[in-house]
């Protein structure tokens, strides 16, 4: 009787054992793919660095949530954040995910137009205004100055 309890403990170790060895496994692939993601974001956008990773939301994906191609049209921006933060209000009808999503992503956009400012100011281009990016379906862009293209 106590051969058999002894290989009752043995086996439930080793099932437990191999469920938690399952667990770990699956746990550091997901830690890996997590920071393969967080690398490409900072691969993609260079310029914006921590503070895009912190929001977790890069410019294009907050133009495609408020819907803008431009960035130079403050009133557009503004009229489209608005709209999208009442509609998606809880009263309404709509959800606190979406609309904290809508706000992240006016938050994102302001943080863009303030390094862009920022970059008129210290000089950082001196004969005009750097331009907005271009939208995300946009792989290249072309320079008004030079004529080449850039990254």
Do not use: W
């Not at 489209?80 to 938050?107: C, M, P, W």
Request: aromatic content about 4%; proline content about 4%.
């Amino acid at each position: 009787m106590a051969r058999y309890l002894a290989q009752i403990i043995i086996l439930g170790a080793q099932a437990v054992g191999r469920a938690l060895v399952k667990t770990m496994r699956q746990e550091l692939q997901a830690f890996e793919d997590a920071a393969r993601i967080q690398e490409s974001l900072k691969a993609n956008e260079p310029s914006s660095g921590r503070s895009t990773l912190a929001k977790g939301m890069t410019l294009g994906e907050a133009q495609q949530i408020l819907n803008l191609t431009d960035l130079s049209d403050r009133q557009a921006i503004d009229t489209h954040y608005q709209h999208l933060f009442r509609a998606n209000d809880k009263s309404s009808g709509g959800t606190f995910y979406i609309q904290s999503k809508v706000f992240r992503a006016k938050e994102r956009i302001d943080q863009e137009l303030e390094r862009l400012e920022l970059l008129v100011q210290t000089g950082a281009s001196h004969s005009s205004p750097p331009t907005p990016p271009p939208s995300t379906s946009q792989s290249q862009c072309q320079d008004n100055e030079t004529g080449h293209k850039s990254r």
